[in-house]
């Protein structure tokens, strides 16, 4: 028997359609046919969704039988795919937060001038550092493939959220002074609770549409 098989025997013995499955699974239903029809084969993150559904073990729908052996090789290769993505995706927020940071720094340095401070003070730290801290910690939140590491990020984004200060206001009062000033860890604090509340509001709605499709 074949994955195309395999699937649509899974799938009426749950005694589901291919419209209700393809709602819920998040395709569509000619994606569905496509799969049963073996004209296109699930990728590993389907092909859990679909063990959930249709209440089979993944060990009975993928159980390798000789006309399976092309699936189990696409599927090893599809596996490989989506860990690049997760991986790219990572990278791809983290630089889109770098970069921010980093122009906000140098703006300080190359932009504002002196009596700019309290104008570019509230722009940076009360509108976009917090709001993109929020908003990728929210991205971050969302995504499964960020697995337990996600909740290490308040840390991340606190230690950088104070390092953001350190490395204007207060490097600039210890060049003109002449003297040492420690950093402000409760901007750490701030950037942290910032971050922790983008994490919550992204993994309270990933849970909310879980449940939405289970539902």
């Not at 569509?28 to 084969?41: C, D, L, V």
């Not at 932009?111 to 908003?135: E, K, R």
Request: hydrophobic residues 45%.
């Amino acid at each position: 028997m074949d994955i195309g098989e395999k699937c649509r025997k899974a799938r009426s013995a749950a005694g589901l359609t291919q419209e209700k499955a393809a709602e819920a699974l998040g395709v569509t239903r000619q994606t569905i046919s496509n799969w049963e029809n073996n004209k296109s084969y699930p990728d590993i993150v389907s092909v859990v969704k679909m063990s959930d559904l249709y209440a089979i073990s993944l060990d009975s729908l993928l159980k390798e039988e000789k006309s399976m052996s092309d699936y189990l090789e696409y599927l090893d290769e599809s596996t490989n795919v989506v860990k690049s993505k997760r991986k790219l995706t990572k990278i791809i927020q983290i630089g889109i937060y770098l970069v921010i940071w980093a122009a906000a720094i140098l703006s300080f340095w190359i932009v504002s001038a002196p009596s700019d401070a309290m104008g570019y003070s509230l722009i940076v730290f009360y509108v976009i550092l917090p709001v993109t801290t929020v908003i990728l910690s929210f991205l971050i939140g969302k995504d499964k493939g960020w697995g337990r590491v996600k909740w290490m990020m308040p840390l991340f984004f606190g230690v950088m959220y104070m390092l953001a200060e350190y490395a204007t206001f207060s490097l600039a009062n210890m060049t003109a002074f002449h003297k040492y000033n420690m950093p402000e860890f409760s901007m750490l604090l701030t950037g942290a609770v910032l971050s922790l509340i983008g994490l919550g509001i992204g993994k309270v709605i990933n849970s909310s549409c879980k449940n939405s499709i289970s539902g």
